[in-house]
């Protein structure tokens, strides 16, 4: 998949998520808590790749790797339940493999 990976390598995604006011109150009380969530990932697979907190329409841009999209759909899921959290996910599709499909055209 990744022209860089020597082993099995699995799909990126971006995941652009905004806080609740409840989220808000959460991270204001237990800024630690965002880590706690990475481990909470782990446990579904889904590896944090790095992690922002950014200004602007999103508080939290996040590069992930996980086994397919139906992994990443189910932890959005578990997560945009618990009402502290607002995710968009997409995939990331890395450049070299992008071009190589375009000329596969």
Known sequence: MHNLCLVICLPYYILLSSLTDEGWKTVKEKPERIREVNKELQAYGVRVISQYAVLGPYDFVNI?????????????????????????????????EFIASVKKR
């Open 64 to 96: 992930v790797e996980a086994a397919d999209n139906e992994t990443i759909a189910r932890v959005s899921i578990e997560l945009g339940a618990r009402g502290t959290i607002k995710i968009v996910s997409m995939v990331a599709i890395p450049i070299d």
